[in-house]
């Protein structure tokens, strides 16, 4: 298929979407979501794996902006080097968020969590979108990205204040570059070797998915680790994979 093609083969996608979010009765915040099974304390921390496990964020975020802003550039584009900067900076952000949310959960604390996972979603399928579909669209859709992914929990939090808590809309933010990113890599043609890595960072993200699904299944078994810790670790693991993916990737077309 021509590039034509494949944009508005994705751009239908997005739109189908958008309407069926919009049509999707609301989704109140589950009230029983801070209740999580690893509530143990360490050295005064309290639910401690929860809380440390976010230090792996930390670590992939500042080695990224070190290699993106250090004598040694990554190879990136650098018409959108915002993007990139604001990715591995939102990493670190995130490990600080989550540690303060894990440390006191309530709606309040999980907001601030989400925020800015918000802007690492729409960070990295920016990245995406410039690398394989169109450098000038993705270019102009960033700060419009960023806006919709913090008004995203902007919206959510203010409406479970007025008692009509509704999630649908961080619930696109957060899973559409999930539905785009297998879907961009199946019909655009990559512009950097490693295309494999961005399917492993996939991978990761959906293992994490399922750690915070099973969270209680997981600490009965593991008996020392829940699954929303492994989530955690899964998560940034999949951050450290592009991390190495920028790292060692070389570029195939202009």
Not at 23 to 43: E, G, K, M, N, V
Not at 111 to 120: G, I, N, Q, S
Not at 221 to 238: D, Q
Request: glycine letters at 4%; charged letters at 15%; aromatic letters at 12%.
């Amino acid at each position: 298929m021509s590039i034509l093609v494949n944009q508005r083969l994705l751009l239908s996608v997005c739109l189908v979407a958008v309407v069926a979010t919009l049509l999707a009765p609301r989704i109140p915040q589950d009230p029983t979501y801070h209740l999580f099974a690893d509530r143990d304390s360490l050295l005064a921390i309290p639910n401690a794996l929860n809380v440390l496990s976010n230090l792996f964020f930390a670590w992939v975020g500042i080695e990224g902006l070190y290699r993106l802003l250090g004598p040694r550039r990554l190879p990136i584009l650098r018409q959108i080097a915002n993007a990139y900067i604001t990715f591995f900076a939102a990493l670190i952000v995130i490990a600080a968020c989550s540690i303060y949310y894990h440390w006191s959960p309530d709606n309040l604390s999980l907001a601030w969590d989400r925020l800015p996972m918000t802007v690492a979603f729409m960070s990295f399928i920016t990245i995406l979108l410039a690398e394989r579909v169109s450098l000038k669209v993705a270019g102009k859709m960033f700060p419009l990205l960023l806006i919709a992914g913090v008004a995203s929990i902007v919206y959510w939090y203010y409406s479970e204040l007025a008692g009509q808590g509704d999630l649908r809309i961080y619930a696109l933010v957060q899973f559409l570059p999930v539905l785009m990113t297998p879907l961009i890599l199946m019909v655009f043609e990559p512009r950097y070797t490693r295309s494999s890595d961005i399917w492993w960072l996939w991978i990761c993200y959906l293992a994490a998915k399922l750690c915070e699904i099973f969270d209680h299944e997981i600490y009965q078994w593991l008996t020392l680790l829940s699954g929303h810790s492994l989530k955690h670790i899964s998560a940034s693991i999949g951050c450290l994979v592009f991390l190495r993916h920028l790292r060692f990737r070389s570029l195939l077309r202009a």
